[in-house]
C-alpha cells in the first residue's frame, strides 16, 4: 500500500517544504511495531502560485530545517496542478488563502466538494485542521519567525500521521 500526500502554500519555498521533509522524517522515523510501519509514502510540497518556481526553500526555513537534522538540498518549487489532485491522497494546505487559490487549479465541481465536511474524510484540508486548530500555519514570510511555523508544521503532521494511522489498521 502507498499513501500520497501533497503540502500545499503558496510559494513552495518556506511552509510546504519544511511540512514535507517534517513529515518525511516522521515517516522514516516511526517505530517498527507501527500499522504505517510497512506503508511506502510518496510524499511532496508544490505552490498554488507561479511567482516561486524553480526556487529552493528559503534560506531561513532551510537552515530551520536543518537546525533538527533535517536536508532538503535538491528541492525547487513547483505549481500544484489537477493532476496532483487526481495523484495524490491527500493535499494538505497551509492556510485558507492557499485554498481560495485552488478554486484556479481544480474544476469548480471538485472544488466545492473539497471544502466542507470532516477533515478525515476530504481529500483537501488544512493542516492545522488534523491539530483540531481551527486557524493557519504560521506563515514566516511575514513575520520572520520561523520557529512558529516550525512548531505548527510538527504539530499538524504528527496529528495528521496519527489520524491517518487507524485508516490502514488491519
Same mark, same amino acid.
Given at each position: 500500500?502507498?499513501?500520497?500526500?501533497?503540502?500545499?502554500?503558496?510559494?513552495?519555498?518556506?511552509?510546504?517544504?519544511?511540512?514535507?521533509?517534517?513529515?518525511?522524517?516522521?515517516?522514516?522515523?516511526?517505530?517498527?511495531?507501527?500499522?504505517?510501519?510497512?506503508?511506502?509514502?510518496? +510524499?511532496?510540497? #508544490?505552490?498554488?502560485? !507561479?511567482? %516561486?518556481?524553480?526556487? /529552493? *526553500?528559503?534560506?531561513?526555513?532551510?537552515?530551520? @530545517?536543518?537546525?533538527?537534522?533535517?536536508?532538503?538540498?535538491?528541492?525547487?518549487?513547483?505549481?500544484?496542478?489537477?493532476?496532483?489532485?487526481?495523484?495524490?491522497?491527500?493535499?494538505?494546505?497551509?492556510?485558507?488563502?492557499?485554498?481560495?487559490?485552488?478554486?484556479? +487549479?481544480?474544476? #469548480?465541481?471538485?472544488? !466545492?466538494? %473539497?471544502?466542507?465536511? /470532516? *477533515?478525515?474524510?476530504?481529500?483537501?484540508?488544512? @493542516?492545522?485542521?488534523?491539530?483540531?486548530?481551527?486557524?493557519?500555519?504560521?506563515?514566516?514570510?511575514?513575520?520572520?519567525?520561523?520557529?512558529?511555523?516550525?512548531?505548527?508544521?510538527?504539530?499538524?503532521?504528527?496529528?495528521?500521521?496519527?489520524?491517518?494511522?487507524?485508516?490502514?489498521?488491519?
Amino acid at each position: 500500500m502507498k499513501i500520497k500526500i501533497l503540502f500545499v502554500c503558496h510559494g513552495n519555498i518556506c511552509r510546504s517544504p519544511m511540512a514535507e521533509f517534517v513529515m518525511k522524517k516522521l515517516v522514516r522515523d516511526l517505530p517498527a511495531e507501527s500499522p504505517l510501519a510497512d506503508t511506502d509514502f510518496e +510524499i511532496a510540497s #508544490a505552490a498554488t502560485s !507561479t511567482e %516561486e518556481i524553480g526556487n /529552493p *526553500v528559503y534560506p531561513p526555513a532551510r537552515r530551520m @530545517l536543518a537546525m533538527h537534522g533535517i536536508d532538503c538540498s535538491g528541492k525547487t518549487a513547483r505549481q500544484m496542478t489537477a493532476r496532483d489532485y487526481e495523484y495524490y491522497d491527500y493535499i494538505v494546505l497551509m492556510d485558507r488563502n492557499n485554498l481560495r487559490n485552488l478554486r484556479w +487549479i481544480l474544476p #469548480a465541481d471538485v472544488y !466545492t466538494r %473539497e471544502t466542507s465536511g /470532516p *477533515v478525515e474524510s476530504r481529500k483537501v484540508s488544512l @493542516l492545522m485542521d488534523w491539530a483540531h486548530k481551527s486557524r493557519d500555519v504560521a506563515d514566516p514570510w511575514y513575520t520572520g519567525d520561523f520557529v512558529a511555523t516550525w512548531d505548527d508544521v510538527n504539530e499538524g503532521c504528527k496529528a495528521m500521521l496519527d489520524q491517518i494511522k487507524p485508516l490502514f489498521q488491519d
